[in-house]
């Protein structure tokens, strides 16, 4: 979440080089420059104001090891003895000084274990084939687990996890190819992106490792790490318009964006493999076996600039021959990641059609640089037209939305209220400021629910919770939001690094926690996030999946309540009601209940923390999940339910004057989306699988109890408003 602070900065940089002035400054490098400011503005910056000391050392000694190794398979205890022996108490200094040596001798480490594991993995897999038959368990979640005290321990862990890897791979319905040789191509992969890490990404992931002893919320960016942070917040880049996935060390073609210059040129086709890249009329750079990012780094460029590929075609049968092709880069607006709208028509208890509307919001985006971009100005045209539509009542889904800008999330809030404070924020200082509603004028004042998950956090909280807090719309969903009650701001570290006598656009910046936001009721959302007042079964409600699961988060605390007056238009949320109604549906719903079970099941699996090596136990457990798919999808063609009518309306089709609704059948369609999920930023789009319907508004939604629950519940929400109607009285539209 980024915000605009420019307070921040000049006190800071002062602090910076009064801090630096005795500091001899040719003895640093580059990097060195960069990581003296990173130490220095975390501990004059960031809320806490903790000093970069011993016991911040240690903290970030152990944060460094995990992020290098997050299963803790690869150090073993005494490995993490003897480095916490020799930089434990001493790295806050080495940072200060911009000394790098322990970054580098970790990771130097760490890179020779790898390749020490690895050596030893295809030993186990070149032995003789392995029975399956042992009644042993291991781990399937390591991250909680110590490491292992020794080689020999490492050893019996390690024996253990390639046991179950044959084993998933024998169990396979679809074989790629021998299980030995599949796993050590998989762990040659890992050993090789591990060497492939240069000074800089190490440098990055000891700055990271820093960062995160702060709060899990603060980050070092590289340069490439702004980029996509503006890609992500502006919804485009300068590319070529394609999708790109990782298959057997090529950059594949995974799609293309519709209207982006790959498609418009028709040459590149999905499933091409992408051997070589070349800048304009350069010299072409081999790209097989590159990592993805790295691909995409060359692909992307300034507007109007050339690129040409040399790509293996997807249809030949000759592996060795190849085609060039040459694109012209332009701006990329990745549409799948902006707001959408539907309108759904169902019908009453009088049996007469009744519009509702559903927008989905996947972030809080603004395009910083140039302001043309923003939530606000795009859900405002999507509810112009719903409105023209007559929409009785109206859903937002933040079930998938991590949130993003502040000054969005303040503005988007006041799109549904009339006036008034949105948030509150305390800087380290504990001074508390309250924003307000922007803009005095209402552009909705209809029935609302905001449908949220375990996965909305940040300014999809404050969204939540001010609407809440006002009382002028229902929550449904998760019991609780993420819980991220924290406000971050962008720093370029070349601000700071000039201080010190090197300044360069490679410096990157550093994403500061510096305050904490406030409910306009007074309570924080951190760690406790926003309760929804009617909770649905999903599988995503777990606290695992939320901000209490992050290790160094900030604490919850409170403050004073803002003076704001609750929303009245002489309408109610009728919430006990909606309540009573809602859990009686989702009792006799067959798709919660399968929800349900498969929530026992997955806490219990959770709990356990425990796989099979048993063939015979494996095939059993894979059996009994084939019959209770096959089951469920049978029961699933037996019922007869509703007919699903339903108009797509995006930023492309919002102002045609001709929209056709589509009408699905009852028996929809089960959600197909799955398989490697290993896909590169080139055009970062991904849909929502749990959207209303495919982007272009023809495919079959896929099967959501809680999206047909939450409009069931805006439907009786919109009935108890109107108030009580006879079988003559002709229903009419909320006012909105």
């Known amino acids: 979440m980024k915000l605009s602070l420019r307070t921040l900065f000049t006190p800071l940089a002062v602090v910076l080089a009064a801090a630096l002035t005795t500091t001899p400054l040719l003895a640093k490098s580059d990097a060195g420059n960069v990581t003296t400011s990173v130490g220095r503005l975390l501990e004059e910056g960031h809320y806490t104001h903790q000093a970069l000391n011993d016991e911040v050392s240690k903290k970030f000694l152990k944060t ?28 806050d200094d080495d940072v200060l000084l911009g000394n790098l040596k322990p970054a580098y001798e970790i990771y130097d480490l760490y890179t020779k274990r790898v390749d020490d594991r690895v050596a030893r993995i295809k030993e186990q897999l070149n032995q003789q084939q392995i029975d399956f038959k042992s009644d042993a368990t291991i781990e399937m979640s390591r991250q909680k687990a110590p490491w292992p005290k020794d080689d020999a321990e490492a050893d019996n862990v390690w024996r253990g996890r390639i046991v179950s890897e044959l084993l998933q791979e024998h169990l396979s319905e679809h074989p790629i190819e021998p299980g030995p040789k599949l796993i050590a191509r998989r762990y040659e992969r890992l050993a090789r992106n591990v060497h492939e890490q240069d000074k800089d990404e190490q440098v990055k992931l000891f700055l990271d490792a820093l960062a995160q ?33 990782t298959e057997d060390g090529y950059a594949k073609i995974e799609s293309l964006v519709p209207g982006g210059p790959a498609q418009t040129d028709g040459r590149l086709k999905v499933g091409d493999r992408i051997t070589a890249v070349a800048q304009g009329n350069g010299e072409f750079n081999d790209v097989r076996d590159m990592r993805l990012d790295k691909v995409v780094e060359q692909i992307r460029g300034k507007k109007g600039t050339k690129v040409r590929l040399l790509v293996i075609p997807a249809d030949s049968p000759d592996p060795s021959k190849r085609k060039t092709i040459e694109l012209v880069r332009d701006e990329i607006k990745l549409k799948d990641q902006e707001a959408r709208a539907d309108i759904i028509i169902k019908k009453n208890e009088n049996g007469e059609p009744v519009k509702l509307g559903w927008i989905t919001l996947p972030s809080f985006y603004a395009d910083m640089d140039r302001h043309q971009k923003s939530t606000t100005k795009d859900v405002l045209a999507l509810l112009k037209r719903l409105k023209k539509e007559n929409i009785s009542g109206l859903i937002v889904d933040l079930r998938r939305n991590g949130g993003g800008s502040l000054e969005e999330a303040i503005a988007l809030t006041g799109l549904f209220l009339k006036s008034g404070p949105i948030v509150q924020t305390k800087g380290s200082n504990g001074n508390i400021v309250v924003s307000s509603d922007p803009d005095p004028g209402i552009a909705y004042t209809g029935p609302m629910i905001v449908l949220t998950s375990r996965q909305s956090a ?27 009650g924290t406000v971050q701001t962008i720093l370029e570290i070349g601000r700071f690094t000039s201080l010190l006598g090197s300044r360069s656009q490679e410096d990157g910046a550093l994403k500061l926690t510096i305050q904490k936001f406030y409910r306009v009721a007074g309570g924080s959302t951190q760690l406790h996030g926003v309760a929804s007042d009617i909770v649905l079964p999903t599988l995503s409600d777990l606290p695992e999946f939320g901000e209490g699961a992050l290790k160094n988060c900030l604490p919850y605390d409170e403050v004073p309540k803002a003076r704001y007056t609750k929303w009245s238009d002489g309408r109610g949320l009728f919430i006990d009601e909606l309540k009573r109604r809602s859990e009686a549906r989702v009792q006799a719903n067959p798709e919660f209940k399968y929800v349900m079970e498969d929530m026992e099941r997955l806490r219990k699996r959770l709990d356990e923390n425990r796989i099979s090596l048993n063939e015979d136990t494996r095939r059993v457990e894979l059996n009994d999940d084939k019959i209770r798919k096959e089951t469920r999808a049978k029961e699933r063609l037996a019922r007869h339910d509703e007919e699903m009518q339903m108009i797509r309306l995006t930023l492309d089709n919002v102002d045609k004057p001709n929209l056709q609704p589509i009408i699905f059948p009852g028996k929809l369609a089960a959600n197909k989306k799955g398989g490697n999920n290993k896909v590169a930023p080139e055009a970062a789009t991904d849909s929502d699988s749990d959207s209303i319907g495919s982007d272009d508004g023809t495919k079959e939604p896929a099967i959501d109890p809680e999206r047909d629950e939450t409009l069931n519940i805006l439907k009786d929400l919109v009935d108890l408003n109107r108030g009580p109607t006879t079988a003559s009285t002709t229903s009419t539209p909320a006012p909105n």
């Open 64 to 91: 460094y090891l995990e992020l290098l190794d997050f299963s803790h398979l690869f150090f073993t205890q005494q490995d993490v003895d003897m480095l916490t022996s020799k930089y434990g108490a001493s790295l």
């Open 213 to 245: 002893a702060y709060d899990p919320h603060s980050e070092y960016l590289s340069k490439a790490d702004l980029k996509n942070f503006s890609i992500n917040m502006g919804l485009s880049l300068v590319g070529i318009g394609a999708m790109l996935r």
């Open 458 to 484: 940040s300014a999809s909280e404050i969204f939540a919770a001010a609407l809440q807090d006002y009382g002028r719309a229902l929550i449904v969903g998760d019991k609780n939001t993420f819980g991220k």
